[in-house]
C-alpha cells in the first residue's frame, strides 16, 4: 500500500482550564493533525502531541510542522509498504522527533485496520473490549480548589486520581488530599521537578499509600531514578525517561522504576510501543497509557492503545469534555463511571469532524505522491 497524498492540519484549540505542571501553564494547544489518504481512498489521522513550547519534551509545534514538511512527509510518500512497521524503520535513521513521526506512524495504522475492515484496537493486538481511565489534575494555587475538583473527579467514577506535584506543593497536599480522601487510588506527577537532594522529602510520600510517583526526577534520566527508588517505597514510574525500546529495556535491568506510562508520541509510534509493551508484559512491568491533553484523534488512539492486555492500571485518557467545549471527533469520548467503551468499528472508531476541524484549523498544506 502507499498513501497517495498527505494532509497537514495545523489545528489551535483552547481547552477549557489551564492545566499547569511543574514546567509551566498551558491553556491554548496547537498541534498539527495528518490526514493521509492511501491509493484506494481510505483516510487515516494522527494527532502530533507536541506543545507550543518545548517545556515537557525537545518538541515543540512548529518545530514538529518543519521536520513533517521537509522530511517525514515526502519520505513517507515516496516509500510502498505492506505493513505500517516499516514507516518506523524509514524514520530510523533521522534522530528522535518521536512525536513527528509517531503521527505518520498514526496514521498508516488507522489505514491499515482500516483496509482490514478491523478496529485499531484489534489491529495492534488489543484484547478489551472496555477500558478504566483516571485523570490527571493540575497544580491549583489553592488547596480547596484541587480539593474541589477531586471530589468532581472521584463523583464522576474516575478509577484513579493523578495530582501534579512540584517543590513545596507535595507533601502537604498529599497529607491534604489523604486526610479527606483515605482510600482513593492516588498517584503524583512531579515531571522531573526533583533531585537526589530530595531523598529526605520524597520518602515523606511514602506513607500515604500512593500508586506511585511518575518521574521524579530529570527527563531521559534511568541511574539516579534506579538510586531513589531504593530509598522509596512508593513505586516510580517512567514518563519522560523513555523513548525507545532500549531506553525501556535499560530501565527494567537498572531498577529505575516499576511501572511505565506509556505515551506512543514519545516513543515514536504505535509499532514500538507494541515491542514495549510485550517487553514489560515478559518482565512483569505493568503499564498504563499516558496523556498529553489530546484532541479527539490523539485520545481515540490512546483508547485503542490501553486495550492491550498489558495496560493494567487506569490511564489518563479522560473525557472530551473535561478539556474541551466542544472536540473536533463524533461522537465525543465519554466516560462512565470511569469506563470507557473500546470502538469497534474499522480504524480508530471516530469520525473526525470536517466541520471542526476546518474551523480549528490555522494552517493547511497538501502534499500528494
Ligand atoms: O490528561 C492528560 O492528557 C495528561 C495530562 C498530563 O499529565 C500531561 C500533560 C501534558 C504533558 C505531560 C503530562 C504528563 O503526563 O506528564
Ligand atoms: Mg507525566
Redesign the pocket.
Known sequence: MKFQEITMHKVSMRMKNP?T?SFGT?QDRSFVVIEAKDELGNTGWGECVT?DSPL?IEEFTDGSWVMLEQFLVPLALQHEWEHPDELAELFAPFKRNNLAKAVIDAAAWDIYAKRQGISLSEAIGGTKKEIEVG??LGIEDDMEQLLTKIKEKVDEGYKRI?V?IKPGKDVEVVKQIREHYPDIPLMV?A?SAYTLDDIDLLKQLDPYNLMMI??PLTAGDLIDHAELQKHLETPICL??SIHSYDDARKAIQLGSGKII?MKVGRVGGLSIMKKIHDLCEEAAIPMWC?????SGIGRAHNIAVTSLANFTLPG?T?ASSR?WHEDIIEPEVFVHNGILQVPSDPGIGYNVSREKLERYTVQKKTFKR
Open positions: 492545566f505542571t498551558e506543545s515537557y485523570v490527571s493523578k501534579k506527577d515531571n511518575e518521574q514518563d519522560e506510562n499516558g496523556g498529553m491533553l489530546e489518563d479522560a478539556y
